[in-house]
Antibody
Framework: QVQLKESGPGLVQASETLSLTCTVS????????VSWVRQPPGKGLEWMGR???????DYNSALKSRLSISRDTSKSQVLLKMNSLQTEDTAIYYC?????????????WGPGTMVTVSS | DIQMTQSPASLSASLGETVTIQCQAS??????LAWYQQKPGKSPQLLIY???SLQDGVPSRFSGSGSGTQYSLKISSMQTEDEGVYFC?????????FGSGTKLEIK
């Protein structure tokens, strides 16, 4: 079955770089797009960016200057790197699979990983 | 970016009651609308996509409708397991954007 699982440090210092890994199973990264979505505690959801099945990337313009998404297909992993972290980046970070049926939607989600940015 | 406005922000319903949640897009999204349910401490789960298509495994008491800029999610008979936060999301244009959520509780 389709599964996604995020991993990474729970605590990061302000101004440093966040690195998260999403390990997927049950589908191929060369067949589906994968996105990162984040959710500050008690707040709404923000789409961060995606890596397409072909390997190209798209980012939310609000994060584009700080964000990088890549993948290692041999390990079925998607990697997120975001620099210059601030306390406002404290959030649960979700890895999601993008489904498409004329429109884009998130059909599978990982359990999420909480990242706290400490000043 | 397309803005998504959800209403109400919160509501409470009795068991068996019909519940409706609204979502308005800032421009026509041509039925490119999805709904998610999020329970405390869990990740969101897809309920509806394409405005009205039910995701596999989702109970038939959930239904979606709408067109243009106005959409709604209906729960035909509220159950205890339906408590949670519901989000809408537009899937027409990037960046994909979400509504702010509706918290649904049992009365």
């Amino acid at each position: 079955q389709v599964q996604l699982k995020e991993s990474g440090p729970g605590l990061v210092q302000a101004s440093e770089t966040l690195s998260l890994t999403c390990t997927v199973s049950g589908f191929s990264l060369t067949s589906y797009h994968v996105s990162w979505v984040r959710q500050p505690p008690g707040k709404g959801l923000e789409w961060m960016g995606r890596i397409r099945s072909g390997g190209s990337t798209d980012y939310n313009s609000a994060l584009k200057s700080r964000l990088s998404i890549s993948r290692d297909t041999s390990k079925s992993q998607v990697l997120l790197k975001m620099n210059s972290l601030q306390t406002e980046d404290t959030a649960i970070y979700y890895c999601t699979r993008l489904g498409y049926g004329s429109y884009w939607y998130f059909d599978f989600w990982g359990p999420g990983t909480m990242v706290t940015v400490s000043s | 970016d397309i803005q998504m406005t959800q209403s109400p922000a919160s509501l409470s319903a009795s068991l068996g009651e019909t519940v409706t949640i609204q979502c308005q897009a800032s421009e026509d999204i041509y039925s490119g609308l999805a709904w998610y349910q999020q329970k405390p401490g869990k990740s969101p789960q897809l309920l509806i996509y394409g405005a009205s298509s039910l995701q596999d495994g989702v109970p038939s008491r959930f239904s979606g409708s709408g067109s243009g800029t106005q959409y709604s999610l209906k729960i035909s008979s509220m159950q205890t397991e339906d408590e949670g936060v519901y989000f809408c999301q537009q899937g027409l244009k990037y960046p994909l954007t979400f509504g702010s959520g509706t918290k649904l509780e049992i009365k």
